[in-house]
T-cell receptor
Framework: DTGVSQNPRHKITKRGQNVTFRCDPI?????LYWYRQTLGQGPEFLTY????????KSRLLSDRFSAERPKGSFSTLEIQRTEQGDSAMYLC??????????????FGPGTRLTVT | AQKVTQAQTEISVVEKEDVTLDCVYE???????LFWYKQPPSGELVFLIR??????QNEISGRYSWNFQKSTSSFNFTITASQVVDSAVYFC???????????FGSGTQLTVLP
């Protein structure tokens, strides 16, 4: 049983550089979510996809953040011109989609970003 | 707006003690879902339970039990006979019936001492 995978697991970058993270969801899951988690806090929602459509992106932290899911399978999250405040754990989750039903989200191990 | 409050930041118990983690939520929706997740030191969030707003039955799964009370907007989690492996951060989360993103509380760090 393959869970949600994320790559890389750790990323150290210098301020001003661009970074891209990848998420591979559970294969039969239509929905894919991105969250950010800072130390001592719960995950904070960023955006989500239903198949290849990005249905909610108003919570992306700034226009430096963007996400794609081009073929409705894996997704990428890009941060341009990174800032030290972007240092956090970036979590991906996936879930089933049902008519009027809400299913639990399964999370990947996360990508820890450190901006120096 | 939705909000989840986990007032207990840290709890420490001795193995075999029972422990209850509190969760209080705020929402204006009549249809919503509540969740508990566990985040062990390895970091990966593990799903524990989902409950919808129309089902107030308490649930027991092994040493875990959950008490959902709409009257007090609470969804508390009890671990019976705690074990060292239960040491983790536990998060309560909420989503609206029509929305898809989870709103998390700030978590409770549980430490079970041998």
């Amino acid at each position: 049983d393959t869970g949600v995978s994320q790559n890389p697991r750790h990323k150290i970058t210098k301020r001003g550089q661009n970074v891209t993270f990848r998420c591979d969801p559970i294969s039969e899951h239509n929905r894919l979510y991105w969250y950010r988690q800072t130390l001592g806090q719960g995950p904070e929602f960023l955006t989500y996809f239903q198949n290849e459509a990005q249905l909610e992106k108003s919570r992306l932290l700034s226009d430096r953040f963007s996400a794609e899911r081009p073929k409705g399978s894996f997704s990428t999250l890009e941060i341009q011109r990174t800032e030290q405040g972007d240092s956090a754990m970036y979590l991906c989750a996936s879930s089933l989609m049902g008519q009027g039903a809400v299913y639990e989200q399964y999370f990947g191990p996360g990508t820890r970003l450190t901006v120096t | 707006a939705q909000k989840v409050t986990q007032a207990q930041t840290e709890i420490s118990v001795v193995e075999k003690e029972d422990v209850t983690l509190d969760c209080v939520y705020e929402t204006r929706d009549t249809t919503y879902y509540l969740f508990w997740y566990k985040q062990p030191p390895s970091g990966e969030l593990v799903f524990l339970i989902r409950r919808n707003s129309f089902d107030e039955q308490n649930e027991i799964s092994g040493r875990y039990s959950w008490n959902f009370q709409k009257s007090t907007s609470s969804f508390n989690f009890t671990i019976t006979a705690s074990q060292v492996v239960d040491s983790a951060v536990y998060f309560c989360a909420l989503t609206r019936g029509s929305a898809r993103q989870l709103t998390f509380g700030s978590g409770t760090q549980l430490t079970v001492l041998p």
